[in-house]
């Protein structure tokens, strides 16, 4: 009885330890001008990895204030991105939107807020975002 006690309380620690990635790539083309509108929240690390990204996809990355609106250009991008520490400190959870002519086109949402003792938490942020961009973007500028 004990064994099964143990096995179960497991589980429900294991499932309770869930990373998530979902993204909506863009499908139709966008001009290869893409506005990011700054986060200042956010790490410069993070915003310079992104804008690498998108260089390397292709498009030309022009950076709006944060006061900006989303119909700013024809192509805009929000993003977030958070950090914890636990043993080391790690990127928790990162959201970027794209909007055509202010209409959402894509998104791209990694959380592992819920990664409780799951140890794939601990990610390289860099290769993070550029998998993102690369899921998001898969047919880059110029397509």
Same mark, same amino acid.
């Given at each position: ?15 309770? *330890?869930? %990373? ?6 863009? /499908?139709?083309?966008?001009?290869? #001008? $893409? *506005?990011? $509108?700054?986060?200042?929240? @956010? &790490? ?6 992104? &804008? ?5 996809? !292709?498009?030309? @990355?022009? +950076?709006?204030? #944060? /006061?900006?609106? $989303?119909?700013? *250009?024809? /192509? =805009?991008?929000?993003?977030?991105? =958070? ?7 790690? +990127?928790?959870?990162?959201? %970027? ?8 086109? !894509? #998104?791209?949402?990694?959380?592992? /807020?819920?990664?409780?003792?799951? +140890?794939?938490?601990? $990610?390289?942020?860099?290769?993070? %975002?550029? #998998? ?12």
């Amino acid at each position: 009885m004990s064994k099964v006690l143990a096995l179960s309380l497991l589980v429900a620690l294991v499932s309770g *330890c869930a %990373i998530h990635q979902t993204v909506s790539p863009i /499908t139709a083309p966008v001009t290869r #001008e $893409i *506005c990011l $509108i700054e986060n200042t929240a @956010v &790490r410069a690390g993070f915003v310079n990895q992104l &804008r690498q990204s998108l260089g390397a996809k !292709g498009y030309q @990355v022009r +950076m709006l204030p #944060e /006061t900006a609106a $989303i119909n700013a *250009c024809t /192509t =805009t991008a929000t993003y977030t991105a =958070t950090w914890r520490w636990d043993l080391a400190l790690y +990127m928790s959870y990162a959201e %970027i939107k794209v909007y055509s002519n202010a209409r959402p086109v !894509g #998104e791209a949402l990694y959380d592992s /807020t819920g990664g409780g003792g799951n +140890m794939g938490k601990f $990610i390289d942020a860099n290769e993070k %975002i550029r #998998e993102l961009v690369d899921q998001l973007f898969p047919a880059g500028a110029g397509a």
